[in-house]
């Protein structure tokens, strides 16, 4: 189970930071990942986090904006953005998958456990 949590509203350039806690069978989990979606458009792959070794991947438009970082011992990952744009605003969910391979870490699909999802508005 994925709880999302740190979505709001935030005028252009400013910061957030979400938080995705997980529970139950968090020792098969091999990486978690953030995506959006926003209104008419698919989900897009954001960011994601590699649990055991911390290796991150990124879309092109938040690097160095975005950070995914994660916390073992809480079973928390978290997504800060910063400088944020008003093309960042959707709806952002966190998944988490245990059976990924690097091919396939941008890929919905690819994970089986979704969080419910918050909202992130930006202001132009």
């Known amino acids: 189970q994925l709880q999302a949590s740190g979505g709001g509203l935030v005028q252009a350039g400013g910061s957030l930071r979400l938080s995705c806690a997980a529970s139950g069978r968090t020792f098969s989990m091999r990486a978690m990942g953030w995506f959006r979606q926003a209104p008419g458009k698919e989900r897009e792959f954001v960011a994601a986090i590699w649990w055991r070794t911390g290796s991150t991947d990124y879309i092109d438009s938040v690097k160095g904006r975005f950070t995914i970082t994660a916390d073992t011992a809480k079973n928390t990952v978290y997504l800060q953005m910063n400088s944020l744009k008003p093309e960042d605003a959707a709806v952002y969910y966190c998944?988490?998958?245990?059976?990924?391979?690097?091919?396939?870490?941008?890929?919905?699909?690819?994970?089986?456990?979704w969080g419910q999802g918050t909202q992130v508005t930006v202001s132009s």
């Open positions: 998944a988490a998958g245990s059976t990924l391979i690097l091919s396939s870490i941008r890929k919905p699909a690819s994970y089986g456990y």
